[in-house]
């Protein structure tokens, strides 16, 4: 059974615009979630974190919603550029191990 | 900081032959490493946590005989591909835990830092 998903295998959004990555996760329990960026034959980059006590967290272009109460987590990237196209990764932690989601691939079209 | 590196970026072996794949973390101590799969648009698997100078914790399903895994120092994590076939070929990335050693103060907390990643074709 898949804890945590990424419902969108896909997300295409014009330069400039807001691009918003979507997570649900199942496991209550899970106390910390990550988001990753992925380029192709790379390991994932950390861009952004939340703790499960909180509901949002902003740096810069990227912000992080939580909504414990539907399981449900966004990442807001505004306004969009061109080399944030890459693959967007949500991650939960449990047990001191990370639940990967299968992955949303950002295009940002110029 | 906070860099954790692969090596080899890329391997391609004949099938039947063992590979061995280092995970170093270059300029912090992790206690604990993680080894993961990534088939081809899915996501990265998890498939054991390697704990320095103990034995790793495989994940269900991963065979502990096939992938042997040692972290015989803190910077230092190996996985060895055992008697290799086609149907292991994938990219296998490590990741590190920084155990708090390398100064690095986080605004918003990275649980782990990856690596570059290996593919690991088998003939």
């Known amino acids: 059974d898949q804890q945590v998903k990424q419902n969108s295998p896909s997300l295409s959004v014009q330069e400039g615009r807001i691009s918003i990555l979507n997570c649900d996760y199942t496991?209550?329990?899970?106390?910390?979630f990550l988001w990753y960026k992925k380029y192709p034959a790379e390991g994932p980059t950390f861009l952004i974190s939340?703790?499960?006590?909180?509901d949002k967290n902003e740096d810069g272009r990227f912000t992080v919603f939580l909504n414990k109460s539907a399981k449900h987590l966004s990442l807001h990237i505004v306004p969009s550029q061109p080399g944030d196209s890459a693959v967007y990764f949500c991650?939960?932690?449990?047990?001191?191990?990370?639940?990967f989601g299968k992955g949303t691939k950002l295009t940002v079209n110029p | 900081g906070a860099v954790v590196s692969q090596h080899p970026s890329w391997v391609i072996c004949k099938s039947g032959t063992s590979v061995k794949i280092e995970c170093r973390s270059l300029?912090?101590?992790?206690?604990?490493m993680f080894w993961y799969r990534q088939f081809p648009k899915q996501s990265l698997m998890l498939m054991a946590t390697?704990?320095?100078?103990?034995?790793?914790?495989?994940e269900q399903g991963v065979e502990k005989d096939k992938f042997l895994i040692n972290h015989a120092s803190l910077t230092l994590s190996t996985l060895t591909v055992t008697s290799a076939h086609p149907e292991d070929s994938s990219f296998y990335i490590c990741?590190?835990?920084?155990?708090?050693?390398?100064?690095?103060?986080?605004?918003?907390?990275?649980?782990?830092?990856f690596g570059p990643g290996t593919r690991l074709t088998v003939l």
């Open positions: 990741s590190a835990r920084d155990d708090g050693t390398s100064g690095l103060v986080f605004w918003s907390y990275n649980e782990q830092f």
């Open positions: 496991n209550s329990m899970f106390d910390y």
């Open positions: 939340i703790s499960s006590i909180k």
């Open positions: 991650a939960a932690r449990g047990s001191e191990k990370l639940v």
């Open positions: 300029d912090f101590q992790a206690t604990t």
């Open positions: 390697s704990n320095e100078g103990s034995k790793a914790t495989y």
